[in-house]
Each structure stands twice: as structure tokens, then as C-alpha cells.
């Protein structure tokens, strides 16, 4: 069992930044795959950005591409989400997931790939 810890949310003004932190449990993070997903109220739950565990590959959301950068620091067992330039739209519950992978190389946007999620923390943006 991964238990994966979120901190970091608030409030912010629009075109201000917030880095976002997921700690978690396990001794080993290797071997997962990390990502981050927000849901917005009234909307599906969606992919943001992933890293793979070992922090080559990274993938991001159209919408947050340029804005948003996801790294990992696998000796403090953490990932993180700096986000800069927001808006209003990226108001949101933002999730850390982590997804057991084979592959050093493999990170994916599917919600239903991640095994283990976080209790999320609450992002809000005000134009």
C-alpha cells in the first residue's frame, strides 16, 4: 500500500504560481510512475502532468503545457508540480497518483492506469 500525501493549494491570483508537493509513504519510490490530475466542480477528473520514476520522461496536458512543470526527488520521496501563469480555469481539487510500471521510460495520462491516489488539496485561482 502507497500512501501519497498533498500539500501546497491555496488561493492565488491569476497570473500568480503555486508549487504543489506529494510525499509519500513508501521507502522505495522507484519502480512508480507519478502523476497529477485535477477535477474541476461538475467535471470529469483529468490528467495534468506525469513523470516517469525515473524522472526522463514527462508528460503534460495540452493546457498546461509551458506553464506547468512536474519533477521528482526519488531520495525524498516526492514529486512536485510547479505551476505559474495561472488562470482562473485552473481551479480545481488536484490529485498525486502513483502507478507501478516495469519500465523506467513509462508514464501514462490514463486515470485508470494510477493504483494509488492522494486525498488531494483544493487549488483556486481569481481573475
Known amino acids: 500500500q502507497v500512501q501519497l500525501v498533498e500539500s501546497g493549494g491555496g488561493l492565488v491570483q491569476a497570473g500568480g504560481s503555486l508549487r504543489l508537493s506529494c510525499a509519500t509513504s513508501r521507502p522505495t519510490f522507484g519502480n512508480y510512475a507519478m502523476g497529477w490530475f485535477r477535477q474541476a466542480p461538475g467535471k470529469e477528473r483529468e490528467f495534468v502532468a506525469g513523470i516517469s520514476w525515473s524522472g526522463g520522461v514527462k508528460n503534460y496536458a495540452d493546457s498546461v503545457k509551458g506553464r506547468f512543470t512536474i519533477s521528482r526527488d526519488n531520495a525524498k520521496n516526492t514529486v512536485y508540480l510547479q505551476m505559474n501563469s495561472l488562470k482562473p480555469e485552473d481551479t480545481a481539487v488536484y490529485y498525486c497518483?502513483?502507478?507501478?510500471?516495469?519500465?523506467?521510460?513509462?508514464?501514462?495520462?490514463?486515470?485508470?492506469?494510477?493504483?494509488?491516489w492522494g486525498q488531494g488539496t483544493q487549488v483556486t485561482v481569481s481573475s
Open positions: 497518483a502513483a502507478d507501478w510500471v516495469m519500465s523506467s521510460t513509462v508514464v501514462s495520462t490514463t486515470r485508470s492506469a494510477y493504483d494509488y
